[in-house]
């Protein structure tokens, strides 16, 4: 297929994912994979070079923006609690799953290291929109459920980093050039964006990609991983990208307009369903390899800290999306899983995106939170007040 | 008769005329009055906080600005209007909240909320009916 007629039914797909995502109320992203998955499968889609960078940076992207969404203040607020549950969240699916794989399954070291990190994670994206829809963000459990999902972050950010690395001098340079630009960013961001920013020509967004590209040049020199110093690049600048709302406005234009749809379609494209279906079996014991742990490892410590709520606290940690399919794009790029693990992992990453959330507020939401019932009462009185 | 009158409104026809019955009704009983929009347009499944939070303010902009209309019209009827915008499930979050904060009339349009997802007119209206436990006056 020529590159022209490539882009054409690319950015088809990336237009009719925002329209059904918009007509039927799902996420832009899952829609993206679906139709990656339509046009690897049926139209003949295969990526190319472009694409696979574009993917690769929507990748670093979407993690540098899950870092600048983090709210350090909640962080800071329910550090104990969120930091054991986040842990347990993390270290039980990612040890499971990887000694599931490389034990039962027979997988290689690489290729059970990479399941351990896809399956470890937690959808803070997912389960914020749960906890708006139930008016939980401000309550206590709310706030735990947030900050523990940073913290999975995190852990999942660390392995992919670290795991992989092959030492080098170039890695030595990967890891002095991203420590001194997280250094420096707090203090220097601020100033570029105040000398450059609000223009149309966006010379601070184009400063952070290209902080972002660096990242993802030497971490490639480096034979790492660009996912950690995304994160923490993303998260030292969280508190100037919360107070800047025309900035994050523009970049999250930039980044769901022409970014981030190359990452998740690419991540779709690279979907085989006749390798998926051929390995059924195999897809139900990676969402029960990711399920059990999570169980296993979040629930006491939620029913410690968030008792009347365990279950559902339990299961919204179970969601993944977004890092789980960065890992499993990466473990593939990388050549550590073949395609068949690749169409694995990817459906179990989106799968449980959808069943804990559906069975979290089928079964176990917790009653609906409304506040300012004093003010409402006062405003009563004073409506009522010289008639009881 | 009735102290705290709740509207759900969305700005359809429906709603309209829901509005001004329970303008009329505010004004006979004296009542403290509120209106409240649900926000259903939230992503599920969603990859980024961002995606969730630029709709949400999206949606907030634009039933604040409706509600504005909605306020008017009940002051220029010598009626205080009280706005809230909540997002969550339609039925869920307007009987909840009514409930919760003890309203002890709630009026909705027959046809009235999220008219584009619903396959079943008159569904959130028969479930709201079901659910509240104050009064429910249905507009038709």
């Known amino acids: 297929m020529n590159e022209q007629l490539l882009s054409v039914i690319l950015w088809v797909l990336i237009l009719l994912a925002s329209v059904v995502s918009v007509e039927f109320g799902l996420s832009v992203a899952i829609i993206e994979i679906s139709l990656g998955v339509i046009g690897g499968n049926f139209l003949g889609l295969q990526p190319t070079p472009w694409i696979t960078f574009f993917a690769g940076f929507g990748g670093i992207l979407l993690t540098f923006l899950a870092g600048a969404e983090v709210d350090t203040a909640v962080m800071k607020e329910k550090f104990k609690e969120s930091f054991l549950i986040g842990l347990a969240s993390f270290l039980a699916p990612f040890l499971g799953a990887m000694a599931y794989c490389y034990y039962v399954l027979g997988w290689t070291p690489e290729a059970a290291k990479v399941a351990g990190v896809a399956l470890s994670t937690t959808s803070l994206a997912v389960v914020y929109a749960v906890l708006v829809e139930t008016g939980l963000t401000e309550t206590k459990i709310g706030k735990i459920i947030m900050a523990s999902c940073f913290v999975t972050d995190m852990g999942t950010a660390i392995a992919l980093s670290l795991l992989f690395i092959e030492f080098t001098w170039l890695t030595l340079v990967f890891l002095v050039f991203s420590t001194a630009v997280i250094a420096a960013a707090p203090r220097l961001a601020p100033k570029i964006f105040q000398r450059y920013g609000d223009r149309v020509i966006e010379p601070e967004i184009k400063f952070l990609f290209l902080i972002l590209i660096i990242f993802m040049a030497l971490a490639k020199l480096g034979a790492s991983h660009a996912i950690l110093p995304a994160f923490v690049f993303g998260l030292v600048l969280s508190k100037m990208f919360s107070a800047n709302r025309l900035l994050q406005r523009r970049l999250r234009v930039v980044a769901f307009a022409f970014i981030t749809p190359f990452f998740f379609i690419n991540g779709g494209m690279n979907v085989s369903l006749k390798l998926l279906l051929a390995n059924f079996g195999l897809l139900v014991q990676m969402l029960l390899v990711k399920q059990i742990p999570k169980l296993i490892g979040t629930y006491p410590f939620a029913k410690k800290y968030v008792p009347k709520d365990a279950m559902y606290t339990t299961l919204l940690m179970s969601t993944g999306l977004t890092m789980g399919t960065i890992s499993s794009v990466f473990g593939l790029q990388a050549g550590y899983i073949n395609q068949a693990q690749f169409s694995v992992l990817v459906a179990t990453v989106v799968l449980s995106a959808i069943i804990p959330t559906v069975i979290a507020q089928r079964w176990f939401q917790p009653k609906m939170e409304f506040i300012e019932t004093k003010e409402i009462d006062q405003a009563v009185t004073m409506v009522n007040g010289n008639k009881n | ?140």
């Open chain 2, 1 to 140: 008769m009735f102290k705290k009158i709740l509207i759900a409104y969305d700005g359809s026809p429906v709603s309209k005329r829901a509005l001004e019955a329970a303008i009329d009704l505010a004004k006979k009983y004296e009542a403290y009055f509120e209106i409240i929009s649900v926000i259903e347009e939230l992503p599920k499944y969603a990859a980024t906080v961002g995606e969730v939070k630029e709709i949400q303010l999206e949606a907030q902009k634009h039933y604040h600005e409706m509600q504005q209309q909605a306020i008017a019209q009940a002051a220029a009827a010598g009626v205080t209007l009280v706005d809230k915008v909540l997002p969550g499930h339609e039925v869920d979050t307007i009987v909840g909240y009514a409930e919760h904060h003890q309203f002890d009339l709630l009026v909705v349009g027959r046809h009235g909320h999220s008219a584009i997802r619903k396959k079943h007119p008159g569904s959130t209206s028969a479930n709201i009916i079901t659910h509240a436990t104050c009064t429910v006056l249905v507009v038709a």
